[in-house]
Nanobody
Framework: QVQLVESGGGLVQPGGSLRLSCARS????????LGWYRQAPGKEREFVAA????????RYADSVKGRFIISRNNAKTMVYLQMNSLKPEDTAVYYC?????WGQGTQVTVSS
């Protein structure tokens, strides 16, 4: 059974940076992308970024392109999301995802 645990959320001023981490335990039997999603109050969960299991290719939502960077370690046990130039509209609970497994989420609040 795969478990995902996020950390690194918090309160940051507009223009600031945060780095989210996601720790994976349990075995993976398919080459899933490792991804980050977010859900703001009153909105549906949306895709933020993903990195491939093989080759480390990345993809981003248009809203975060050029500001966020996703990465992972070689063992695929850690996934990171470096978030720069944060905006109030980035405020959300951020979730780590692999296949059909989800973490519990970490709150990111961007406010002055």
């Amino acid at each position: 059974q795969v478990q995902l645990v996020e950390s690194g959320g918090g309160l940051v001023q507009p223009g600031g940076s945060l780095r989210l981490s996601c720790a994976r335990s349990g075995n993976i039997f398919k080459n899933y992308d490792l991804g980050w999603y977010r859900q703001a109050p009153g909105k549906e969960r949306e895709f933020v970024a993903a990195v491939s299991w093989i080759g480390s290719s990345t993809r981003y939502a248009d809203s975060v392109k050029g500001r966020f960077i996703i990465s992972r370690n070689n063992a695929k046990t850690m996934v990171y999301l470096q978030m720069n130039s944060l905006k109030p509209e980035d405020t959300a609970v951020y979730y780590c995802n692999i296949g059909d497994s989800w973490g519990q989420g970490t709150q990111v609040t961007v406010s002055s």
